[in-house]
């Protein structure tokens, strides 16, 4: 691999580490390390094409390996593509279920959809991201992995200062930052690095830390991150954050092997950094990462929800009653949210969202058109089998061609007594399929055929 380091920047580490810079620097020149996530979400989520032979060993769903974008494994949202180094940070947050949570800078949604996945669709997780287009990209890989609890919402993150203080019980800053630590995986952005862009980057990363603190609750969990080596962005920004809010204090970090303390000495000689954690190329099987988790000292805010609106009306719940008597066994929903003509399931219905912008509030369950409710691949994405009255398993064949837009016609008349089916690949559902008189007419979204 040819990644074209500057001259500045090896001075810069050959500065920082002296003789173990040549190490670093020819590490960044090998292959990268694939892995990838599983999603406890799903029924039967081990039961995959990938093999699990390799497991990685600080979190119970991740493994070495690669994985194939096209597999209904990961159409379907089974797994999700993650370098190792990122894993841990989610494990380090450590959500629960029945928690309140922010991903502060969340796209394209990795460590999102770890989180999801260890609250177990209990409590709430709000997941940001300023870039409109990349929170876009981070509605779809939450929609993918079938989570239901969460609301992405695009804002910067000091829009959420004035209704959202003391709300969130955790909070993960996965700061945007210069990126030195995934040259290897993008070369491309070598050509970006200059010590001027890693000073503007530590710079908006402490604004974004100033509105972490105003958002955490006391007694509540604050980690940081960044995907860099840079002591500006990592040890001298916590430094600064520790300086600033003495009520924030540093815990210890369980670290494996590969793993590093963090260094005082590149954080104003403060020792507690020893807590945090770096993980280097050279030392360790995946990207550079520093990883650093706080706790704010204090008694418990309590924190009132002020209801929404759920935008209910009369025949809107009428016709999704019957919608739900014909397709499914019961009726999972209860927590409703009608926005224009599409229906959610609200993974929250507090009206202190109604500030902000949302692109996703729980989740989507369709949409309602003329005397008629039809439903969202959201919701076929994060239903268990056992709630739908009919699932048809499509063979290879079949499923080419419905990926490709065409509809399936059935040689016999099958036992269908209702209109809308799930549809499953290898026992994995992807899609709603409309049934009516021995085809199953394609519903399969058109940004997602292929």
Request: aromatic share 12%.
């Amino acid at each position: 691999m040819n990644v074209n380091l500057s001259s500045e920047f090896k001075e810069k580490y050959t500065n920082l580490l002296g003789d173990r810079a040549p190490k670093l620097f020819s590490a960044i020149e090998t292959e990268i390390e694939n892995a990838f996530r599983i999603n406890p979400l799903k029924p039967g989520y081990k039961t995959l094409t990938e093999s699990l032979e390799r497991p990685i060993e600080y979190t119970d769903i991740g493994f070495y390996g690669d994985i194939d974008g096209n597999s209904i494994d990961h159409l379907c949202g089974y797994i999700y593509s993650q370098e190792p180094s990122a894993m841990y940070v989610a494990e380090v947050l450590d959500a629960k279920p029945g928690e309140t949570v922010l991903d502060l800078c969340a796209a394209p949604g990795s460590k999102t959809t770890h989180i999801a996945s260890k609250m177990a669709s209990e409590g709430l997780l709000v997941s940001n991201e300023i870039n409109y287009k990349r929170a876009k990209v981070l509605s779809s890989n939450v929609e993918r992995m079938g989570i239901r609890n969460t609301v992405v919402t695009n804002n910067s993150p000091k829009d959420f200062e004035k209704d959202f203080n003391n709300y969130f019980d955790k909070i993960l800053v996965d700061a945007p930052c210069s990126g030195e630590g995934m040259f290897r995986k993008d070369p491309e952005s070598v050509k970006y690095w200059s010590k001027e862009y890693v000073e503007s980057c530590a710079n908006r990363q402490k604004h974004i830390m100033d509105s972490a603190y105003k958002l955490l609750n006391n007694g509540g969990t604050f980690v940081y991150s960044t995907c860099t080596f840079s002591p500006e962005e990592n040890e001298e920004n916590i430094d600064y954050f520790l300086n600033k809010y003495p009520d924030m204090q540093i815990v210890e970090i369980k670290k494996y092997p590969g793993m590093e303390d963090g260094k005082p000495e590149w954080g104003n000689d403060n020792q507690n950094l020893t807590k945090a954690l770096r993980m280097f190329p050279d030392q360790f099987k995946g990207e550079g990462h520093f990883i650093c988790k706080m706790q704010k000292v204090g008694t418990v805010a309590n924190v009132k929800s002020r209801d929404l609106n759920s935008g209910m009306k009369k025949e809107d719940t009428q016709l999704f009653d019957k919608f739900i008597k014909q397709n499914l066994q019961e009726n999972p929903y209860s927590n409703y949210l009608h926005i224009a003509d599409y229906l959610y399931n609200a993974a929250s219905l507090d009206s202190r969202f109604n500030k902000l912008h949302v692109l996703r509030n729980g989740l989507k369950l369709g949409e309602f058109k003329k005397n008629r409710f039809e439903p969202d691949i959201a919701m076929i994405l994060a239903i268990e089998p056992k709630e739908l009255k009919t699932i048809y398993d499509l063979s290879d064949d079949q499923f080419g061609k419905y990926l490709h837009g065409e509809s399936v016609i059935l040689e016999k008349q099958p036992d269908f007594n209702n209109k809308w089916i799930g549809l499953s690949y290898q026992n994995k559902l992807f899609s709603w399929g409309r049934y009516s008189n021995k085809e199953i007419k394609n519903v399969y979204p058109k940004g997602l055929r292929r």
